[in-house]
């Protein structure tokens, strides 16, 4: 069964949804994204994906050709025409076709492509006995040459620490910034337990501001849990009770080994656990 894409203004069979050659987000990664769930035909904090999206797209000065409401509509109709009540959602908004040059005044015709799939979790067991990472020798992006905040299409530096990661035979990767300091992952952010508190490195650590991250932070609270966002080293890594990462694809997902030093017990720790089933609830509600 051939999937169905929203392109710009309507659905398409996937063999009709073309982006030009000339088209700046393949020249050069110009553009935006977003990485959405959908759990029993509910899409998961779809506003908040959609702010994202305008937020990445004004932060590149990348004016979208439609409204938010019109954007929420084609993310539900692209799940529908595919059958999905559990899925993923790809939202991409390029620059547009141009002149083989960089100067963005020079394309035409932002594209807004809505793509639907079934999502590949990472294996259960993964979930259940944790994940062990390593950290890249690639640096995150500093804020100041490109600000991790923004969720674009060049994703460049994530992929050459992930090809690290997968390396070294682990399917995820620590990243730290310029500063040395814990950033997060490739595609995910981390949390680490200490004495019964959540920490987590601040927006200014160089991170993505992590839907998932977000709705964990709520759930700490709600469950009495003190999370700070606070700068923090690999010493605070290595030497944690208990260490996990939040994302759209991987929800929570319990981390047991670092570098080759086991996190607390080496198994997945009671808060991990507690904030993994509460999730598991909220998305599922
Ligand atoms: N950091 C980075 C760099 C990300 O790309 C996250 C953190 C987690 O953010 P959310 O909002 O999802 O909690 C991301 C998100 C994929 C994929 O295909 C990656 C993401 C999201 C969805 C799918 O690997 N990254």
């Not at 203004?9 to 977003?34: I, K, M, Q, T, W």
């Not at 620059?95 to 594209?111: M, Y």
């Not at 260490?243 to 929800?251: M, P």
């Not at 981390?255 to 017990?265: A, H, N, S």
């Amino acid at each position: 069964m051939p999937r169905i894409v929203f392109m710009n203004d309507r659905l398409v069979p996937e063999d009709e949804a073309r982006v030009s050659v000339f088209d700046h987000g393949l020249l050069y990664g110009d553009g935006v994204f977003e990485g959405l769930r959908s759990y029993s035909g509910r899409v998961f904090r779809l506003d908040a994906h959609i702010d994202r999206l305008w937020a990445s797209a004004l932060a590149i000065s990348l004016a979208i050709p439609t409204t938010k409401e019109a954007v929420a509509k084609a993310v539900n109709d692209t799940l529908a025409a595919n059958n999905l009540s559990d899925g993923y959602v790809r939202l991409v908004v390029t620059r547009g076709a141009g002149s083989l040059g960089l100067d963005p005044n020079r394309t035409r015709n932002p594209q807004l492509i809505v793509i639907a799939d079934t999502i590949s979790l990472y294996p259960e067991e993964f979930y259940e006995k944790g994940l062990r990472i390593v950290t890249a020798a690639t640096q995150r992006v500093q804020s100041a040459a490109l600000s991790p905040r923004i969720k674009s299409l060049n994703y460049l530096n994530n992929i050459m620490a992930k090809l690290e990661g997968l390396q070294a035979g682990c399917v995820e990767a620590l990243m730290l910034n310029h500063k040395g300091e814990v950033a997060e992952c490739t595609g995910d952010n981390v949390f680490i337990v200490r004495s019964g508190r959540l920490l987590t490195p601040p927006p200014e650590a160089g991170i993505l501001e992590g839907i998932t991250r977000n709705a964990v932070m709520e759930l700490a609270h709600a469950a009495g849990i003190e999370c700070r966002e606070t700068p923090l080293t690999r010493y605070d890594v290595y030497t944690a009770d208990e260490c996990f990462l939040t994302g759209t694809a991987a929800e929570v997902i319990p981390v047991v080994d670092v570098d080759g030093r086991r996190i607390g017990t080496g198994t997945p720790g009671p808060v991990t656990s507690r904030l993994k089933a509460d999730f598991h609830r909220l998305v599922r509600a």
